[in-house]
């Protein structure tokens, strides 16, 4: 299912694991093996969750990779799609109508 406006993981991390269990973003990231800045930006919202990111994820906090990939993937799409007219692309082929068989 399409959601609208769906949040940056970045989001999903602070608001469900850091800021409830009062983890810094410098904890988090020495857990995860990764920068402060690295984590800082997805936080932030401006760095992505990469494959990589996203199988650290899942081990520091015991989420699914796939889902970090998915939350971050529905972000992208969701901010492509405001754009899409931008893209200049058009169907390939004519829409087909479909006209009822009489009875």
Known sequence: MK???????????KGLWLDPMSVSITQAAQAMGVSRKTLS??????GRVTPEIALRLSIALGSSAESWLGHQDAYDLW??????????????????LVTPIPA
Request: charged share 25%.
């Open 3 to 13: 959601m609208h406006n769906p949040p940056h993981p970045g989001e999903i991390v």
């Open 41 to 46: 930006k997805i936080v932030n919202g401006r």
């Open 79 to 96: 901010e492509l799609e405001q754009h899409k007219d931008d893209l200049q692309v058009v169907p390939l082929f004519p829409a087909v």
